[in-house]
Every structure is written in C-alpha cells, then in structure tokens.
C-alpha cells in the first residue's frame, strides 16, 4: 500500500481530525476509542466526506487536492468500504447486494468472481436469501463479498466485529485472515480491539481526539502502552 | 344516476389522476433536495410549498387566476405562443387541483426520503453508483411506502378540491365540473337526491384513496 494523507483537516463534533501520515504496509490497523475520528478519516480515503483541506493519494493516483479542486467522486475511486453498520440494502437479496458493485468480469478477475468470494467466505447457500434473514455473523460476511465484488485497489474495514458476541468475533476472525491472505488487497481497518490488531495487522495508527498520536509494527506490544496512556 | 352524473364522476377522476401524474417528478424533486440537502433560501421553498395548504383554496385559485388568464405572465405566454387557453378550461381544473395537492405529495415524499439512511446512498456510490443509479435503486425503492402513501393523499385531495377550482376553472357543465362543485350546485338548486348520490361517490372515491394511504403508512412503520 502506498496511501499519502497530508493537511488533512476536516472539522468534526468537538475537535479537528487533523492527519498527516504515509501508509506503506499492506494492513494497517487504526486504533483508538470511540469518537476518535476513525469511522471519518476512512469516510475522507473513500470519498464520502468533503474535507478544510488534505491531500490523498493512492499510488500513482490523486484522490483528493484540495488546493486544486480535485475531488475523484467515490464510484470512481476502486475502494471497497465495509462501513461499521455493514449498510447492507434491506429490499435486496443477498444475490442482489453482492452483484450491485460487481464489475464486468476480465481475463484476470476469476480472484474477484462470484464464485471464488462467495467460496472464501462460505456464503454459496445464503445468496436467495433476504438480508433481513441472515445472522450478525452471516451479515458480516455477505457486507464483505459485496465489497470485494467491485475489485478494490483497497480495502477499508470498519469495525468489522463490533457487535458480534466473542463466540462470533472467533468465528469471523478466520475469515478476514483469509481475505487478507487470498485476495492480498491493501486494507486499512479501524477497531478498538487489540487481539485483532496483533491476528491481521502489519501496522498499527494509535488516533486520539482527531490525530495519529503514536504509529509502530502490529508485532511490536509498545504500541498498547501509549493508546492505554 | 344519469350520463350526466358519470360524466362528471370520470371527469373528476382522470383529471385528479392527471394532476397528480403532473405533479410527481416535481413533486418527488423538491422532497429530495429538502430533505437531503442545505441551501440558501431551503426554508423559504418550504414555506412556499406549504402555502396552498394553510391560505383559502379560494384566494389560492385567485392567485392562479391571475397567473393563467390571458393577462397573466404564464397563461399570456401560453395564449400568444400555443394558443392555448387555461382558464375555464380542463387544464384550469388540472392547475387548481395539482396546486392544491402539491404540499401533500411533497410532506410525505420528503418523510418518505429522510426515512431512507444516507449510509446506504453513500456505500452504493462506493460500490460504483453514480447519483441516478442510487436514487432509482436504493432511495426510490426505499422511500416507495411513504412515496405511494403521500401520492394517494395528493390524489384524494385532489378529488375534493373546490374553491381553488372554481376560481380558475368555473362550473361549466360538462367542462370543467366535477364532483364537488356538482354537490354544491345541486345542492344550491334544491337536487337532493343527485347531491347526496355524488356525494356518496366521492366518499367511496376518498376512503378508498386514504385507506390505501393509512394501510401503506403502516406498513412502513412496522
């Protein structure tokens, strides 16, 4: 991953989200309590927010200068987004919400198929279902699918186990690590619990009140010490 | 009930329907920029699509009367360069009776739309959806209930108009009549029996109408 986040500030409830950082590990987790301005600094890298000020680019890409007036609108962007509610379509099936992001399949795509995602995440039989009929687990992993459908440059997860039960969390938990595995996408993925930082992270971004306030490797237990402080 | 009651009964009906087809798109417009948007001058656009619902229908008719005659900024144009008349006129009756139902189709459009999480919008864009896609797709379908509900209201309202239509359209029999200035006028004449035959009519065509409302309103909620 090659994510660039400069002169970010975007105005929030009690605070600035103030973030100026580079992201070069492949999964990075964004640490931190509730309210910290996670949820809207992945809202700013998917397009969903319009911030002051920043500068983002994604690879070679510019998705955000605000100095210049570019703005690339979120459809165009290649990020898939599994937001913290999941925003699954309710008067959708199950088929319907994984294939409304689905691009035209390529030569290169059988990683991105149908097939091959509803495999990985073991959702073939949940497709003629109602999304009002699916467990939270179930849920979970459908929200996923239907992000990954679209072939995202990357991948941003927001709390994907808040609101599972611990028997569930350790259910979804192998899940994520095969996506992560299987589909090596970059992916930045908000959560306020360690266990699944040091399960699938790389990296981790300790934010408080708007700002990255520490960054160290997932492996490294220092990391834990200054978000506690 | 004689041809001339039928006349007047389908009369009624088609152009409540017609007025309330008119008035959708603009309609289903403005209850999406009020309830998704902020901008200069939203609450004056408010108060002035809830107009019609608080002024007399009589000085609202007064008003259209002179924007449509023939003196009038909009039926002048229409006179000079369509040769199309407006007042007294089927299209004065559709006038007056989309004006007078328009706030109601938008009061619960806009319920309608704000009901619909602006987080499903935003991760469809995210999947690909430019603005149309989303609204046909997530907010339309969304929203249908209170959609639906809102243009059976417009609908009824419609089928009881009165003073609005008389101002712009007259009770020309056979021409612009319908079902409430026919009561009225039979009534005035002393025509009891065709009054309350009308009358009975209208209270099918209006319970009809509202109990569709109230069934899909509830629908929603549960």
């Known amino acids: ?229 | 009930m004689n041809a001339e009651a039928w006349q007047i009964v389908w009369f009624t009906a088609w152009v409540s329907i017609l007025s309330t087809i008119v008035i959708l798109p603009f309609g289903l417009a403005v209850a999406w920029l009020l309830a998704r948007f902020e901008w200069p001058g939203k609450s004056l656009v408010e108060t002035f699509v809830s107009l019609p619902l608080v002024m007399p229908p009589v000085a609202t008719g007064l008003v259209l009367l002179q924007m449509f005659g023939r003196r009038g900024f909009i039926g002048g144009f229409l006179h000079k360069h369509f040769d199309l008349d407006v007042v007294f006129t089927w299209r004065g009756v559709l006038v007056a009776l989309g004006v007078m139902s328009f706030p109601l189709l938008v009061r619960s459009a806009r319920v309608a739309f704000e009901g619909v999480n602006p987080r499903l919008e935003q991760i469809a864009r995210t999947l690909g959806a430019g603005n149309f896609r989303v609204f046909c797709t997530i907010t339309l379908p969304l929203a249908s209930r209170g959609i639906v509900g809102g243009i059976l209201l417009a609908f009824a309202r419609a089928l009881g108009e009165f003073g609005a239509t008389i101002m712009v359209a007259g009770n020309i029999p056979g021409k612009t009549t319908t079902l409430s200035l026919a009561i009225f006028q039979s009534v005035q004449l002393g025509q009891d029996p065709q009054a309350y035959r009308l009358l009975a009519v209208s209270v099918v065509l209006a319970f009809a109408a509202v109990w569709c409302s109230e069934w899909l309103l509830r629908g929603k909620k549960h």
């Open chain 1, 1 to 229: 991953m090659n994510l660039l986040l400069q002169k970010i500030s975007l105005p929030l409830a009690s605070f600035v989200l103030e973030v100026d950082v580079e992201i070069r590990n492949r999964v990075v987790a964004i640490f931190g309590p509730s309210g910290a301005g996670k949820t809207s600094l992945l809202d700013l890298v998917a397009g969903l927010r319009r911030p002051q000020t920043a500068f983002i680019r994604f690879g070679d890409q510019v998705l955000t200068d605000t100095s210049r007036g570019v703005r690339v609108p979120a459809r165009q962007r290649g990020i898939g987004y599994v937001p913290q509610d999941l925003a699954l379509f309710p008067h959708l099936s199950v088929r319907q919400n994984l294939l409304y992001g689905r691009k035209p399949a390529g030569a290169a795509d059988r990683l991105f198929s149908l097939e091959h995602i509803t495999d990985v995440l073991e959702i073939q039989s949940l497709t003629a279902r109602g999304v009002l009929d699916l467990s939270g687990g179930e849920k979970q992993r459908v929200a996923l699918a239907r992000a990954l459908l679209t072939s995202p440059r990357l991948l941003l997860l927001d709390e994907p186990l808040a609101g599972l039960d611990t028997g569930l969390k350790a259910k979804i938990l192998p899940y994520l690590a095969r996506v992560r595995d299987e589909f090596k996408l970059p992916m930045l993925y908000v959560t306020h619990n360690p266990a699944e930082v040091s399960a699938l992270c790389d990296e981790v971004l300790v934010m408080d009140r708007g700002r990255i306030i520490s960054r160290s490797p997932a492996s490294e237990s220092t990391w834990l010490k200054q978000a506690e402080v």
